[in-house]
């Protein structure tokens, strides 16, 4: 029997995606839909031939639903997932987990009470060239890491195609950092390997709307090393980048083609960068199917959300203590 899924809500630009990835996978089936803004998930509903659920209790008391993509409001998450949770469905959900570490101590709770699956939506992580730079490091070819710096952004907020509603802070609980920066900001901790010891940020607001839209936060570790996270919706034409430094050696990424290289010596070569492992998503399924769980996504996610509300609490600080 296929998984049986549904989606909560299509606030997030990615929710299309995953119900695409859903319609088009022989072992996932799409049975319903719940938005809270009844008009938009009525027309999804349709489109898809799936019920329309306006009440999410009555949604969740669905037998025929095992599991659900969280796709709702940041903000909304705690609600959302725990009910989920109690209600005994799977759960996949956006990044962040929730805006603070309490929320996210309940979401956990209640996933581990009803022994439901959680995972987050951290592509990145399950990446080619995230995969061969953990080689390398956990080689020590770099020697001792000094510095580590990623970049992902796109010009959402200049071309006007990011939706207005990823402005509402009440909604998002921030903006370009906690959105788009959550990719570099879990790859920069896992090239690091663990949490440091205070986070700083600065924000800057290029197109005048109530969250910033460019930013960059600053990962202090024990013993010098730094993290540099970046992210922007204002630069269309900025390639996702990834540079790690140590006292023996450097390695990039994207700088800006899709190429792997290190120098550790006189000259750099480039390395071969194997293909992704599956989506999320697809995982998300295969661990529902096997019964097994993905336990660094979740660690990974936990950590995310520290570091995002150190880094959004210190806007324009000196950092705060993790």
């Given amino acids: 029997m296929p998984l049986r899924l549904a989606i909560l809500s299509y606030w997030h630009v990615h929710a299309t995606d995953y119900e695409r990835q859903a319609s088009k996978s022989p072992d996932v089936e799409i049975a319903a839909v719940w938005d809270e803004d009844a008009e ?7 489109a898809l031939g799936v019920p329309f659920h306006p009440d999410l ?7 025929d639903v095992d599991a659900v993509v969280v796709t709702c409001p940041t903000t909304a998450h705690r609600e959302v997932i725990t009910a989920a949770a109690a209600a005994g469905k799977h759960v996949f959900t956006e990044k962040v987990l929730a805006p603070t570490a309490a929320e996210c101590a309940e979401i956990v709770a209640a996933a581990e009470k009803a ?11 399950y990446d080619g060239y995230t995969a061969a730079i953990r ?49 570099p900001m879990y790859l920069a901790r896992l090239f690091l390997g663990g949490m440091p010891e205070s986070v700083s940020a600065s924000f800057g607001y290029v197109t005048e709307r109530a969250v910033e839209d460019n930013a960059v936060a600053v990962l202090r570790y024990a013993g010098g090393a730094l993290g540099v996270v970046e992210a922007s919706f204002t630069a269309p034409s900025s390639p996702f ?31 071969p960068v194997p293909p992704r492992t599956g989506t999320p998503f697809d995982l998300f399924v295969r661990h529902i199917a096997e019964g097994s769980r993905d336990e660094e996504n979740l660690a990974l996610g936990l950590d995310l959300t520290r570091l995002m509300a150190a880094a959004t609490g210190n806007s324009h600080g000196e950092g705060t203590l993790i």
């Fill in 40 to 46: 938009r998930g009525r027309a999804r509903a349709a």
């Fill in 57 to 63: 209790g009555g949604l969740l008391a669905r037998e």
């Fill in 115 to 125: 022994g439901v699956a959680l995972m987050l939506a951290l592509p990145r992580l």
């Fill in 135 to 183: 080689e390398v490091l956990a080689e020590g070819a770099l020697g001792r890491i000094t510095l580590v710096r990623v970049r992902l952004a796109h010009g959402g907020s200049i071309a006007g195609w990011l939706p207005e509603h990823f402005y509402d802070p009440a909604a998002t609980a921030g903006g370009a950092l906690i959105d788009l920066g959550c990719h």
């Fill in 241 to 271: 980048s990834i540079e790690v430094h140590g006292t023996e050696g450097s390695l990039l990424y994207g700088t800006p083609e899709p190429r792997l290289l290190l120098h550790t010596g006189d000259a750099w070569r480039e390395l």
